[in-house]
């Protein structure tokens, strides 16, 4: 399994970003797919998550109702759009793939330990 994340960038207070995270080798149909950052002197934090067969969202509180995730099947890749972005963004963002088949939502999505393979990171700069 191999994944990829790219579209990260340098960008303003309130503009958006989208990024992309590709993934081969194998289907993930039964899993989900998580998006987590981290900021410079920080611990890796849980940013949202999707679930690979239903299309269900899950978001960190501090970027919802800003950050949508999405899954193209046909593609094998998530997006995460984030919109009004905030200095407090600024972070390496990892996209990863939950290590065991699940269908629910919850706090086991926002543990990192949970997750087996991770995209090599993309920068994200908001400044003020």
């Known amino acids: 399994v191999q994944l990829q994340a790219y579209g990260g960038g340098s960008v303003q207070t309130g503009g958006s970003l989208r990024l992309s995270c590709a993934a081969s080798g194998r289907t993930f149909s039964s899993y989900a797919m998580g998006w987590f950052r981290q900021a410079p002197g920080k611990e890796r934090e849980f940013v949202a998550a999707i679930n690979w067969s239903s299309g269900s969202t899950y978001y960190t509180d501090s970027v919802k109702g800003r950050f949508t995730m999405s899954r193209d099947v046909a593609k094998n890749t998530v997006y995460l759009q984030m919109n009004s972005l905030k200095p407090e963004d600024t972070a390496v963002y990892y996209c990863?793939?939950?290590?065991?088949?699940?269908?629910?939502?919850?706090?086991?999505?926002?543990?990192?330990?949970?997750?087996?393979?991770w995209g090599q990171g993309t920068q994200v700069t908001v400044s003020s």
């Open positions: 990863a793939k939950l290590r065991t088949p699940y269908s629910s939502g919850g706090v086991y999505l926002a543990i990192s330990g949970n997750y087996d393979y």
